[in-house]
Nanobody, 122 residues
Framework: QVQLVESGGGLVQAGGSLRLSCVAS????????MGWYRQAPGKQRELVAT???????NYVESVKGRFAISRDNAKNTVYLQMNSLKPEETAVYYC????????????????WGQGTQVTVSS
C-alpha cells in the first residue's frame, strides 16, 4: 500500500501565503514525478505544478512567479509554497505521485492524496 497525506491547507486572506506538504509512505521502491493539482467547486481538477525526481519543475501559467514546488527525495515529500494567493485559487489541493511499489507489478502507478482545502478570502 502507498499513501499520500497532505497538510498545510487553511484559510488565508488574498495576498497571503501558505505552504502545502505531502508525504508519501508505504511500500515504495521509487518515486518519479510528484505534483500538485487543485479542484475548485464545479470545475475540473487542474494541474498546478510538478517536479521530477531530478528537480525539473513545471507550472501552470497562472501560478508562475508566485508558487514554488520542491521535494525532499530522502523524505518522499513534496512541498508547494504559495504566495500572493488569489480568491479564485480557492480549491481542494491534491498531491499526486507516480510510484513504483513493491505491492504492484513492474512500472510506475499514479497515487493521490485525500486533498487539503485552501480558502482564500477577499
Amino acid at each position: 500500500q502507498v499513501q499520500l497525506v497532505e497538510s498545510g491547507g487553511g484559510l488565508v486572506q488574498a495576498g497571503g501565503s501558505l505552504r502545502l506538504s505531502c508525504v508519501a509512505s508505504g511500500s515504495i521502491l521509487s518515486i518519479n514525478v510528484m505534483g500538485w493539482y487543485r479542484q475548485a467547486p464545479g470545475k475540473q481538477r487542474e494541474l498546478v505544478a510538478t517536479i521530477s525526481s531530478g528537480g525539473d519543475t513545471n507550472y501552470v501559467e497562472s501560478v508562475k512567479g508566485r508558487f514554488a514546488i520542491s521535494r525532499d527525495n530522502a523524505k518522499n515529500t513534496v512541498y508547494l509554497q504559495m504566495n500572493s494567493l488569489k480568491p479564485e485559487e480557492t480549491a481542494v489541493y491534491y498531491c499526486n505521485a507516480r510510484v513504483k511499489s513493491s505491492d504492484r507489478g513492474f512500472g510506475y502507478y499514479n497515487y493521490w492524496g485525500q486533498g487539503t482545502q485552501v480558502t482564500v478570502s477577499s
